[in-house]
């Protein structure tokens, strides 16, 4: 770390103003800025996420922003968990330099009429099931980017659609940020880390490893059992768990996201999921 480009202690900032002030400085003098934008409630998994933006930057830059625009469903909106002054003490920890907490009005001072067409990576899977989606995190991520200009950005490989979707904007949009996948983390049990994981209760914690569990285990059968037999498996024995059933599971190409029925269609297949457990949507993908 160059000591002319670190900032000293961690700031929280709210306004795009400051924020342009003091990354103004830092780019001047040549500091490289690694950003990991998140909406809060942060884990394990995000935490990974800026220890590698840490370690590959000179500085760091976090933003904490539930973005009302890629809710496609209001009451997941209302029930994420908001945890501002928890998050920045555990980004403190790590050695986060710039937390970026803008307020709804400071990000839309007027509503976003962008409309993207970044093609059919954003229209499977969540681009299908959860329409505007995705809309609303290129909205939003674009104008993260514009904000923090940074060198890279970090993003974890458990939303892997979302990855494919944002390096489908960043390559239209000509950015020449690097984005850099970061594996998923997981709870001892199998669980992929997620900040939806707290609404769940006791029985439905209980149950959902079983998304992991039979992901991994699916990963055995291949290439003996064809795709169609693989997927039938994992979506039945996941329904067989009480309160949890499949939205989709699909075998995907994992740099074009079209479902395969052979596995000598791709060199990468990637088995992407989403199960609704209770009321509580989540999602995993394991790769083949
Ligand atoms: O992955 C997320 O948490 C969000 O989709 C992101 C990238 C922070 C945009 O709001």
Excluded at 64 to 75: A, E, G, L, M
Excluded at 187 to 194: H, K, Q, R, W
Excluded at 218 to 227: A, L
């Amino acid at each position: 770390m160059h000591p002319e480009t670190s900032v000293k202690l961690m700031k929280v900032v709210n306004s795009i103003r400051e924020l342009n002030q003091i990354l103004a400085v830092i780019r001047e003098n040549g500091g490289q800025i690694g950003f990991v934008p998140t909406m809060g409630a942060l884990h394990e998994g995000h935490l990974s996420l800026v220890r590698e933006s840490v370690r590959e930057n000179d500085v760091n830059v976090v933003s904490i922003f539930v973005n009302p625009t890629q809710f496609n469903d209001k009451n997941d909106l209302v029930s994420y968990p908001r945890t501002l002054e928890a998050d920045c003490r555990l980004l403190e920890a790590e050695g986060c330099d710039i937390v970026f907490a803008p307020s709804e009005e400071e990000m839309y001072p007027e509503p976003d009429t962008r409309v993207f067409n970044l093609g059919r990576v954003a229209e499977v899977m969540e681009g299908a099931f959860r329409p505007g989606h995705f809309n609303g995190v290129a909205q939003v991520v674009s104008k993260l980017f514009d904000i923090v200009q940074p060198d890279a950005a970090y993003f974890g490989e458990k939303d892997f659609q979302q990855i494919a979707v944002i390096r489908e904007m960043v390559r239209q949009l000509g950015y020449t940020l690097r984005i850099v996948a970061c594996p998923i983390l997981r709870e001892p049990d199998g669980l992929a880390m997620s900040s939806r994981n707290v609404r769940l209760t006791p029985s439905q914690r209980q149950n959902a490893p079983v998304i992991a569990r039979t992901l991994k285990e699916s990963t055995t059968f291949v290439p003996g059992k064809s795709v169609e037999e693989v997927k039938a498996h994992v979506i039945e024995t996941i329904n067989r768990e009480p309160e949890m059933k499949v939205e989709y599971f699909e075998i995907v190409d994992g740099n074009t996201l079209e479902s395969i029925r052979d596995w000598s269609e791709t060199q990468f297949p990637v088995g992407c999921i989403t199960v609704f457990c209770g009321p509580v949507r989540l999602i995993d993908n394991i790769k083949y």
